[in-house]
């Protein structure tokens, strides 16, 4: 099925005619920023996400109680 999908679609664009269309500077930017959105939202999603793993295995701190300090 998947191959099928990217046959047709390697077809549309070879066979395809000459398509008039602008892209203006304004698009262009909105694009940029979209995948630098993009990339900087999964870099913090898997620093977030490392930090959770990792505490899993952290050992848990033992907190001091008031009749250590006698």
Do not use: H, T
């Not at 602008?22 to 993009?38: E, F, K, N, R, T």
């Amino acid at each position: 099925m998947l191959r099928i999908l990217i046959l047709s679609l390697l077809l549309v664009v070879i066979i395809s005619k000459s398509s008039y269309a602008y892209l203006d500077p304004g698009s262009g930017s909105l694009l940029l920023q979209a995948l630098a959105a993009g990339l900087f939202f999964c870099i913090f999603f898997a620093k977030r996400v490392w930090r959770k793993v990792l505490n899993l295995f952290k050992k848990p701190v033992e907190e001091n109680s008031s009749d250590d300090y006698k």
